[in-house]
């Protein structure tokens, strides 16, 4: 008798290939380049990144499965993955110079970080619970070394340590419910379950409800929702500030992704019962986030209390369930970057000899003595409170419309409110920047390097223009999340 084994498509993971073989490729070229050039190994993971965004893009419309349908390649996954390989080359961009100052430019560096999107972007294609673990796991183990890599750095080695121990006690609970989840239906296959619940009426199973809150608190603690928010502020803090740039954006829409197709392919039958859990942790997230931003005085921190904050908004539109709500956290997950990412770089601008550059008062006078970044930060600032004519305001218009639309208007309320809190606690930067007195002539000017202040003027000229022409985004936005109006 003879066995057939099924034959992959492999073009259907064609981008994935691409990132890995670019990132091996990194590992190997990086030991033939001198260690006081390693800013070329940086340089070819840029360009290899630009060239699978390009690569990714051919993939819009395209419509397949593989791997026996645990792998599947959509609109949805797609946008995703865009929003990945964007914020990857932004953040290689703004680490080339930053990684010198510091003393750790390793070729290393690039290839973790391709390798930490290689496994966001298996966590949004997976159609199986087990493929969403095993692509979290490979963009978590990845993260963990990130965070750490100024190894000489006590908060760096801290907040390394302190990610890994919450991850790994986290994922324990995750496996846990993608096993209760297969004790139930029998299979871990997104389709198989919805359909296994609906033929047999398991909607209100006990032990399914069990595995529903094992899995948001698996996903919660990427996301950073409360009450999994506690270590996003060391970890934010501590890390080398590209990398917390990094972190603030990708894996948690890696995260929000993965969500998305569990809560609505997988248990969206189940509704109403994880609507009332996320209604209670989206408020919980964005009052604990901005109530306590406000009593930051150190921005990185204060960054990620609002971070914890915009993950509330974001739960938004999966709880509205509603083409409106998927769409506009698709939407806000570009704006995000866009906006926070250069928060980051100006943050690594501020950076120079005796100056760290991540506390309130380091902003003072920076309209005098660099009035572009200046200027550029309050576009970040108010696109991070929602004001228009930013992509911040277009992205929160999205959510809250479509909370508004399934009938959920306290929690508009909720969140309008904690936009008011925000705007106190980002605007103490802005005071500081226009008011403050300027530093002392003898401390060296912020001036970035080359790449540095393209990609601040990258993400700012992005920020205004989806602001002002959000049309275009919002289409693709919508279009990514046709793959869900069955379940909806």
Same mark, same amino acid.
């Given at each position: 008798m ?7 498509n ?21 030991l ?14 840029l360009?290899?990144?630009v ?9 819009? +419309?395209?419509?397949?499965t593989?791997?026996?349908g ?9 946008i ?9 080359a ?6 080339l110079?930053?990684?010198e100052?510091e003393k750790? *430019?390793l070729g ?10 290689? =496994?966001? %972007?298996?966590m ?9 673990y095993i ?9 963990y070394v990130?965070?750490? @890599?100024?190894?000489? +750095?006590v !908060?760096s #080695? ?8 919450v ?6 609970i995750l496996l846990?419910g993608i096993?209760?989840?297969? =004790?139930v ?14 033929? !047999? =009426?398991l909607k ?7 595995? %529903? ?10 996301i950073? %929702? ?25 894996? /948690?829409?890696?995260? $929000?992704?993965a969500?998305i197709r569990? @809560?609505?392919?997988?248990? =969206?039958?189940?509704?109403?019962h994880w609507q009332v859990?996320?209604? &209670?942790?989206?408020?919980?997230t964005m009052?604990?986030?901005?109530v ?14 609002? *971070?914890?904050?915009h993950a509330g ?7 509205a ?5 998927l769409?506009? &956290?698709?939407f806000?997950? $570009?704006?995000?970057?866009f906006?926070n990412?250069?928060a980051?770089g ?12 991540d506390?309130?008062?380091?902003? /003072?006078?920076?309209?005098?003595t ?18 228009p004519?930013?992509?911040? @305001? ?8 479509a909370?508004?639309?399934?009938? $959920? ?13 925000s705007?106190f606690?980002?605007f103490?930067?802005a005071?500081?920047m ?7 002539? #003898? ?5 970035g ?12 000229i992005?920020?205004l223009?989806?602001g002002i022409?959000p ?6 936005? /919508?279009?990514?999340?046709?793959? $869900?109006?069955?379940?909806?």
């Open positions: 003879t066995t057939v084994l099924p034959v992959p492999l073009a259907a993971i064609g981008p994935e290939i691409l990132v890995t073989v670019l990132a091996c490729g990194l590992l190997l070229v990086d033939f380049i001198p260690k006081d050039r390693k800013r070329a190994v940086g340089i070819l993971a360009a290899g990144t060239v699978t965004a390009l690569f990714t893009m051919r993939y819009w +419309n395209y419509s397949a593989t791997f026996s645990m792998f599947v390649v959509d609109n949805f996954a797609v995703f993955k865009e929003v990945f390989l964007f914020a990857t932004i953040t290689i961009l703004i680490s110079r930053y990684l100052i750790v *430019s290393e560096y690039y290839a973790l970080m391709l390798f930490c999107t290689l =496994g966001m %972007m298996v949004v294609s997976a159609a199986d619970l087990v493929v969403i692509g979290l796991e490979t963009m978590a183990l990845s993260v990130l965070s750490g @890599f100024m190894r000489f +750095n !908060k #080695s801290e907040a390394a340590l302190k990610y890994f121990l991850g790994v006690f986290i994922s324990g846990y096993a209760l989840t297969y =004790g239906v029998g299979s871990t296959n997104l389709n198989a379950i919805a359909e296994t619940i609906k033929l !047999k =009426g209100d199973n006990p032990v399914l409800m069990i595995a %529903m809150f094992l899995l948001a608190a698996g996903f919660g603690l990427e950073a %929702m409360a009450p999994f928010h506690f270590w996003a502020p060391d970890v934010y803090e501590g890390s080398p500030t590209p990398v917390t740039a990094f972190i603030s954006v990708a894996p /948690k829409a890696a995260a $929000f992704a969500l569990v @809560f609505v392919v997988g248990i =969206g039958l189940m509704a109403p859990l996320l209604w &209670v942790i989206a408020a919980l009052t604990i986030g901005n306590t931003a406000a009593l930051q005085s150190n921005v990185k921190r204060m960054l990620a209390y609002s *971070s914890i904050a908004y974001m739960l938004l539109g999966i709880l369930a509603n083409t409106t709500g769409a506009g &956290v698709a806000y997950f $570009f704006a995000y970057a906006m990412m250069g980051f100006v943050i690594i601008l501020l950076r120079r000899e005796g100056i760290v550059g506390e309130v008062d380091d902003f /003072k006078g920076l309209a005098h660099n009035p572009m970044a200046a200027l550029l930060m309050v576009v970040f600032l108010l696109s991070l409170t929602g004001i004519p930013t992509a911040g @305001f277009i992205g929160k218009f999205l959510l809250f419309s909370a508004i639309k399934a009938g $959920f208007y306290w929690l508009v309320v909720i969140a309008v409110l904690n936009s008011v809190v705007l606690y980002y103490r930067i005071q500081a226009y008011m403050g007195e300027a530093p002392d002539s #003898s401390i060296p000017r912020p001036q390097a080359p790449s540095l202040t393209v990609a601040i003027a990258i993400v700012g992005l920020t223009f989806f022409y049309h275009h985004l919002v289409e693709l936005a /919508k279009a990514s999340v046709t793959t $869900f109006i069955p379940f909806l």
